[in-house]
């Protein structure tokens, strides 16, 4: 209980951050003695401020800014998925990337 609170104290802060609502939840069903730590998927609903980005609309001198090395959540889950090992530890990127599109376009 006390990971989930931590855990869910930490969504509420970021989700005010960005001045988003967590709506929704997830359960998950794991085999036996996988299921040891907490699994937890939430969704949020916002309001996109910025220019609808699509496929289509990219044009010659357009930039794309990638905010950490590609993969990296990838193969951090993936790892201790199927118990890979590697000489320096993983961990994933994930976070948020608001403030990061905020400043970008100026807000």
Do not use: C, W
């Not at 969504?11 to 609502?21: L, R």
């Not at 003695?33 to 001198?61: C, H, M, W």
């Not at 990296?72 to 090992?85: V, Y």
């Amino acid at each position: 209980m006390a990971s989930l609170e931590k855990i869910v104290t930490s969504m509420k802060e970021a989700a005010d951050f960005v001045g988003a609502k967590i709506v929704t939840g997830d359960t998950k069903v794991v085999e036996k003695a996988r299921g040891d730590g907490l699994y937890l998927n939430t969704s949020g609903l916002g309001v996109i401020e910025f220019e609808e980005i699509k496929p289509e609309k990219i044009q010659p001198g357009h930039r794309i800014l990638i905010s950490d090395d590609t993969g990296r959540h990838g193969t951090a889950i993936m790892s201790i998925r199927e118990g890979l090992s590697f000489e320096s530890k993983i961990e994933s990127d994930v976070g948020e990337l608001y403030s990061l599109g905020a400043r970008i376009a100026g807000k």
